[in-house]
């Protein structure tokens, strides 16, 4: 991260990797119902936030997901908080996206 210019400053105390056989969501008939269950258990975690492909069950492209990431950046503020309604915002536009071949 550092060579990135993404500065380090606190200890790391873990690093974990996993490999995934497969990197895009599979829907199934009915899983809207599911997603929101979990979306809604995990908003009431603090301190976590998830996406990207994996997170939001989105089939993107690298660009798109990318563009989550920059968007979570966006909403940090100062002193630790999140803007949890930009991100909502956000969500929305995310939303919109059309995978491109």
């Given at each position: 991260m550092a060579r990135c210019g993404l500065p380090i400053r606190t200890a790391i105390l873990r690093v974990e990797t996993r490999q995934?056989?497969?990197a895009y969501p599979i829907y199934r008939q009915g899983y809207e119902e599911h997603l929101e269950r979990l979306d809604n258990w995990v908003a009431g975690l603090p301190g976590v936030l998830t996406f990207g492909r994996q997170g939001l069950f989105a089939h993107d492209n690298t660009h798109h997901t990318l563009e989550?990431?920059?968007a979570a950046?966006?909403?940090l503020a100062g002193g630790g908080t999140f803007d949890w309604e930009r991100w909502?915002?956000?969500r929305e536009e995310f939303a919109t996206h059309v995978v491109e071949d």
């Amino acid at each position: 991260m550092a060579r990135c210019g993404l500065p380090i400053r606190t200890a790391i105390l873990r690093v974990e990797t996993r490999q995934l056989p497969f990197a895009y969501p599979i829907y199934r008939q009915g899983y809207e119902e599911h997603l929101e269950r979990l979306d809604n258990w995990v908003a009431g975690l603090p301190g976590v936030l998830t996406f990207g492909r994996q997170g939001l069950f989105a089939h993107d492209n690298t660009h798109h997901t990318l563009e989550m990431a920059y968007a979570a950046v966006e909403c940090l503020a100062g002193g630790g908080t999140f803007d949890w309604e930009r991100w909502r915002r956000y969500r929305e536009e995310f939303a919109t996206h059309v995978v491109e071949d």
